[in-house]
């Protein structure tokens, strides 16, 4: 048996161990914040180091003047929203069919859904771009909306085909024997109890979208119709560039999903560990 | 439009409904709402992967300038790329930053899970901020490093050398081929390990509690539980979160590109970013695609046994 003493050096251990990781995790969010609340004044002169005094918005003002930050800010949220409305539409009627249902073929199309989740976008981006570009959807946002199902829909199906896995089947099996139909009992009975796995592969989804890069650094050359990832991204590589207003867009850039995260953070988590890995 | 399976079976026994019951026979109880429900994956597993990868393979074995038509040239990109010394030095690169990333998850992630199985408190507050990289837009994060490690008025430097004055004088992190490869990987384990701790979490979670008991009972140290409790529970987990996370650092391609765009003088650049690099920069698609399906033969073997692992999984 343990001694007292032993295990509250452990514990002891254990919270200096969570602290460190956490100032680690913290740290580059903290300062990103900090940075885009000091003028270029206070970063030049290396003054009021860790936090600004006194607080410069004017970041924020340039961002949203100067720039094309609110277009692209525009594109993210209309590119983010469709996209997540038809990957979690397609996979959770596609996940459903793949956990419960018997037919032909299921087998092999829930290995077809997995081996493309595992598919990376680095070896597709060019013929997709040619595909996109042959149908005349270069440089528009349907591209993006196009394609992005190709990495949101198999991780959706898949997330959510353990979720309805793990809804009872005599629930189902209750209702049909009531005289319902297939249908019914999958739109009154399982979907409401999995609501919360919908919702966090949703959230997912749009996650996903939100921070997408290759596809959207690739098929998108008019700078008023980029991504905020890609529009951030190209604050480096043009002539004018300022930490400030970079910080603040990456604030603004990084706020919905930390928000949306923070809201449902029991969900999220739980659906990520039931659906990409279960042992 | 709802097909009424259940009915279907109830009255197959009614002669105009035999045929329909040969068809469930073959097609499966649920086929016709089966089908109709998997019918859109299909449509974007054929159009986004399967025609678009096979399309890849094809420009590979071509001569193809961007906005002229390929030219069949068989392997030749392939053999080209073999003697090509850039190329080698990017498989190179792009096996370190894989196997450096994914080494350092590992143990980090393993002591985020086993320290938020212990007796803390607030453990979903922990586990809640612990995962925030993970959801966190790669290219912000990308962009905090970016000017954390800047080598004039990076925080970095600042803190090393004015701060706890550990350095003589700042280091230019993402500028000198030295220091290059281990920042870029430092950010790609930064973002990755919560993954890998949130995963283990839950492996540790489903391993009983009894196990543990019986072996305090044997007199066994906190090592040998580790050794002969905790792995074995955690190998299905552990191996599905190694591979996964192969294939994704091997392919990560923003971070990389944002931090040093594959350089300085070559020593970060990774194949994602050279194929980028090829294909837009150079505009050679047909050889950019060579380089980014070089390695497909052991991606695919790495697809496949983690498909089985992960389907496996589920399973049990």
Known sequence: MKSAGASRSQLALCYAVLITLLVIVVFPFYWMVVTSFKSEDQM????????????????????????????????????????????????????????????????????????????PPSILFIPLYAQIKALGMANSLWGLIATYPSFTVPFVTWLLMGYFESIPEELEEAALIDGSTRFGAFYRIILPLAAPGVLAAALYAFTQAWNEFLYALVFITDARLRTLPVGLASFITGDVYGWGYLMSGAVLTTVPVIAAYIYLQKYMVEGLTAGSVKG | MAVPAARLETKVALSPRGRRRALTDVLGRDYRLGLLFVSPIFALVLALVAYPFCYAVYLSLTHKLVGMPPIYVGLENYVRLASDGFFQRAVYNSALFTFGSVGFKLVLGMVMALVLTSQVRWRSFWTGVLLIPWVAPTVVSALNFLWIFDGSLGVLNYLLVKVFGILPQGVGWLSEPGTAMASVIAVNVWRGFPFFGISFLAGLKSIPAELYEAAAVDGATAVQRFAHITLPGLKNIVIIVVLLSTIWTFNDFAIVYILTKGGPGGSTMVLPVLTYETAFGAQRLGEAIAVALYLLPALAITIVVLARYMRRGRKS
């Open chain 1, 44 to 119: 030049r002169s290396l003054t009021s180091m860790f936090w600004p005094r006194p607080f410069a918005s004017e970041n924020y003002g340039q961002l949203v003047s100067k720039t094309e930050f609110v277009n692209w800010y525009k594109n993210s949220v209309f590119v983010a929203v469709t996209s997540t409305l038809v990957a979690t539409a397609v996979g959770t009627i596609g996940a459903y069919a793949l956990a419960r249902l018997k037919f032909l073929g299921r087998g092999f199309m829930a290995s077809a859904t997995l081996i493309t989740y595992l598919v």
